[in-house]
């Protein structure tokens, strides 16, 4: 059983930045995933970015590349997102997402290979 918690949403400008953070209660070990989806208003929830317990490796969307960037701190199990030059279509709720074990690094985009999730904070982005 894990519970995932996620803080630093908020109203931001365009153009701004902010930090999210998300820590997971369990105990994570072996070949586990922490990532971000997110969900505006009236759109499909999306993928945005995905890390491997094990390190070295992350995923992340098209529109994330460049802009956001995800981190984890391996004593903590917590994990981050850094995100930068925000634009209003980046508002959303972004939820953390964590899976002990997972098929291929593919499925790691799809939000039902995930088995635990947050309840998400939300990140506002004004023109």
């Known amino acids: 059983q894990a519970q995932l918690e996620e803080s630093g949403g908020g109203l931001v400008q365009s153009g701004g930045s902010l930090r999210l953070s998300c820590a997971a209660s369990?105990?994570?070990?072996?070949?586990?995933?922490m990532g971000w989806f997110r969900q505006a208003p009236g759109k499909e929830r999306e993928f945005v970015a995905v890390t491997l317990g094990s390190g070295g490796y992350e995923q992340y969307a098209d529109y994330a590349k460049d802009r956001f960037f995800i981190s984890k701190n391996k004593t903590t199990n917590a994990i981050f997102l850094q995100m930068k030059n925000l634009k209003p279509e980046d508002t959303a709720v972004y939820s953390c997402v964590l899976v002990f074990t997972y098929r291929d690094d593919d499925s790691l985009r799809s939000y039902g290979s995930y088995d635990y999730w947050g309840q998400g904070t939300q990140v506002t982005v004004s023109s």
């Open positions: 369990a105990r994570t070990y072996g070949s586990y995933a």
